[in-house]
T-cell receptor, first 114, second 118 residues
Framework: GNSVTQMEGPVTLSEEAFLTINCTYT??????LFWYVQYPGEGLQLLLK?????DKGSNKGFEATYRKETTSFHLEKGSVQVSDSAVYFC?????????????FGRGTSLIVHP | EAGVAQSPRYKIIEKRQSVAFWCNPI?????LYWYQQILGQGPKLLIQ????????DSQLPKDRFSAERLKGVDSTLKIQPAKLEDSAVYLC????????????????FGSGTQLSVL
């Protein structure tokens, strides 16, 4: 079955530091890949997505590139801010076999200190 | 545009009691999902509706969980009887009409219902 593996958190950084959150996946078909973010007290919201190999999703200074050869979709940001403190979820959706079940990783908590 | 509405926001019950959660998706969204998110874990899909039909409920513990979406709009998720391990946040999400083979539709999530079973 499909699965998503994320690095364990929390990730603790100082403001303006570089961020990488690793995500790898297993899928039976050719999935679309997503990063969702959950700010404190709020629901999950889409941060960025990529639908085919070598696509780069980007939003709010965050980027992730769909790497089919390494089955990875790592999230990066060059300079984090305190307001980026949240939980980040990597996810995939795969329509192979007729099903379409969005599958999420366990989430990685990011804490940014001033 | 109004978001996905869920209620209640919090619920505390004792084991073996019953509980129900309500979700109203974004207007016009045909697909509705219920996820269970246990503390420290990612959301796990319980059930997926397309309009008022069930697309997938393979991970729904059917001996105690039930869900319905009778008119293809709002939905209720019920647990009867509750167990301690049901303590979690129950998330509702919706997306636009799913077309065959489409995988890139984003999900819109509600704020969730936090359930504590004592």
């Amino acid at each position: 079955g499909n699965s998503v593996t994320q690095m364990e958190g929390p990730v603790t950084l100082s403001e303006e530091a570089f961020l990488t959150i690793n995500c790898t996946y297993t899928a039976t078909g050719y999935p679309s890949l997503f990063w969702y973010v959950q700010y404190p007290g709020e629901g999950l919201q889409l941060l960025l997505k990529a639908t085919k190999a070598d696509d780069k999703g980007s939003n709010k200074g965050f980027e992730a590139t769909y790497r089919k050869e390494t089955t990875s979709f790592h999230l990066e940001k060059g300079s984090v801010q305190v307001s980026d403190s949240a939980v980040y979820f990597c996810a995939l959706s795969d329509a192979s076999g007729g099903s379409y079940i969005p599958t999420f990783g366990r989430g990685t908590s990011l804490i940014v200190h001033p | 545009e109004a978001g996905v509405a869920q209620s209640p926001r919090y619920k505390i019950i004792e084991k073996r009691q019953s509980v129900a959660f309500w979700c109203n998706p974004i207007s016009g969204h045909a697909t509705l999902y219920w996820y269970q998110q246990i503390l420290g874990q990612g959301p796990k899909l319980l059930i997926q509706f397309q309009n008022n039909g069930v697309v997938d409920d393979s991970q729904l513990p059917k001996d105690r969980f039930s869900a319905e979406r009778l008119k293809g709009v709002d939905s209720t998720l019920k647990i009867q009887p509750a167990k301690l391990e049901d303590s979690a946040v129950y998330l509702c999400a919706s997306s636009r009409q799913r077309t065959a083979g489409a995988t890139n539709e984003k999900l819109f999530f509600g704020s969730g219902t936090q359930l504590s079973v004592l």
